[in-house]
């Protein structure tokens, strides 16, 4: 049970953090992995990789693909070629035509820390809704609101959540106090080896 790197998402050139994987059908339906043996990995990352989306035109589009094994890492050209093949396609930008489902963007502060998967709670979550790649529902979802809904009807929750090191749960998760909210746009979480750029219309 460990917190993992979340996905990264593009939005008026500036980057968030993804809570999904969009890639995860079709490493499954090709018995894709990029845990290979003789590379390190972290249990911070199980899927080994990070790639970066963007929604172009209602479209959404994988721009970018790293590896990440311990650290981030530029995708080698075997391996890149490799990947290509099987999606396939003949480069980046890549129409993501396989996904369906939602991609979740957390927004503004962080509530509770869960070190668990993608199960923190923020302030709010762009919700996306797509259907093989294509953009059918787009909205804002107060997150914090539903918080305090649920605390309100299950009143004893709120004591697993106050961290405590004698609370059963305190090592999982607990209220955060902090004052992080959304990722900065800055080289550090910026893609490795991805340029920066005004705009990706020109590229698709």
């Known amino acids: ?13 500036r980057i968030h953090a993804l809570t999904a994987d969009p890639l995860y059908r079709i490493f499954a339906s090709r018995r894709m992995t990029f845990n290979l043996p003789g590379h390190g990995w972290s ?32 995708l080698p050209d075997d391996l890149r070629g490799k990947f290509l093949r099987a999606i396939p396609a003949a480069g980046f ?74 609370a059963p749960f305190a090592p999982l998760f607990w209220y955060d106090t902090s004052e992080q909210g959304e990722e900065e746009d800055d080289d550090d979480w910026w893609p490795l080896g991805y340029p920066r750029r005004t705009s990706l219309r020109s590229a698709v």
């Open 93 to 166: 930008p890549i129409f993501a035509y396989w996904f369906s489902g939602r991609l979740r963007i957390p927004m503004g502060r962080r509530l509770i820390y869960s070190h668990r998967g993608w199960s923190s709670w923020y302030e709010r979550e762009r919700v996306m809704t797509f259907r093989k790649g294509i953009l059918v529902r787009d909205r804002e979802v107060d997150t914090r609101r539903i918080l305090a809904w649920w605390l309100k009807r299950n009143p004893e929750t709120a004591e697993l959540l106050d961290g405590r090191a004698n």
């Open 43 to 74: 249990t911070a990352n199980y899927r080994c990789y990070i790639g970066t989306w963007e929604v172009i035109d209602g479209q959404l589009y994988l721009v970018h693909l790293n590896t990440d094994w311990g650290q981030e890492g530029e």
């Open 1 to 13: 049970m460990t917190a993992q790197v979340p996905e990264r998402m593009l939005i008026d050139n």
